[in-house]
T-cell receptor
């Protein structure tokens, strides 16, 4: 399967703990995006990378959140000192240029529950 | 006011009916996407549009750039079409801004 993969698929943690999620994009894609989706809402943009450079961060990404893409391939999203409000689905997407198109391909998501 | 508004929020149809979901946006865009999300969370991209109309099987997507409006149509709807349909718009950096989604239920 050469699609976008995310691990873990589900994570339950206690408030105050740190969690880290991983996203493996489609191999030839140089852009990678993180989104967060809470129940009943559409996804919201968190951050995106072009190769290893983090080009934009949303105001939603507080200082407890950090994302990296060290070699321009996989990416990690870490949440420190988790809060119950962090409970959500964290989605990763990647895109690569096909002519003028930058279609984003989504991973299955990591569902986080903070108790 | 959200930058991307979808209507209706919920839609129930009988199998075989023609379905329309609407999306209006208030920002300048490079492209508009229609996405499908099934229970459990996985998102599939259905269409990316910057003008005109696209068709794939029973799905048709149209966009009117001047009116900042797009529609997703499903012909001969089927229970397997039941899902959340999300409209998303992309700017120059192609990050997406999403609508809240339309929950479609197609009954047999």
């Amino acid at each position: 399967d050469t699609g976008v993969s995310q691990n873990p698929r589900h994570k339950i943690t206690k408030r105050g703990q740190n969690v880290t999620f991983r996203c493996d994009p489609i191999s030839e894609h140089n852009r990678l995006y993180w989104y967060r989706q809470t129940l009943g809402q559409g996804p919201e943009f968190l951050t995106y990378f072009q190769n290893e450079a983090q080009l934009e961060k949303s105001r939603l990404l507080s200082d407890r959140f950090s994302a990296e893409r060290p070699k321009g391939s996989f990416s990690t999203l870490e949440i420190q000192r988790t809060e119950q409000g962090d409970s959500a689905m964290y989605l990763c997407a990647s895109s690569g240029r096909q002519g003028a198109a930058w279609t984003q391909y989504f991973g299955p998501g990591t569902r986080l529950l903070v108790l | 006011k959200n930058e991307v508004e979808q209507s209706p929020q919920n839609l129930t149809a009988q199998e075989g009916e023609f379905i329309t979901i609407n999306c209006s946006y208030s920002v300048g865009i490079s492209a508009l996407h229609w996405l499908q999300q099934h229970p459990g969370g996985g998102i599939v991209s259905l269409f990316m549009l910057s003008s005109g109309k696209k068709k794939h099987g029973r799905l048709i997507a149209t966009i009117n750039i001047q009116e900042k409006h797009s529609s997703l149509h499903i012909t001969a709807s089927h229970p397997r079409d039941s899902a959340v349909y999300i409209c998303a718009v992309g700017g120059s950096n192609y990050k997406l801004t999403f609508g809240k989604g339309t929950l479609l239920t197609v009954n047999p």
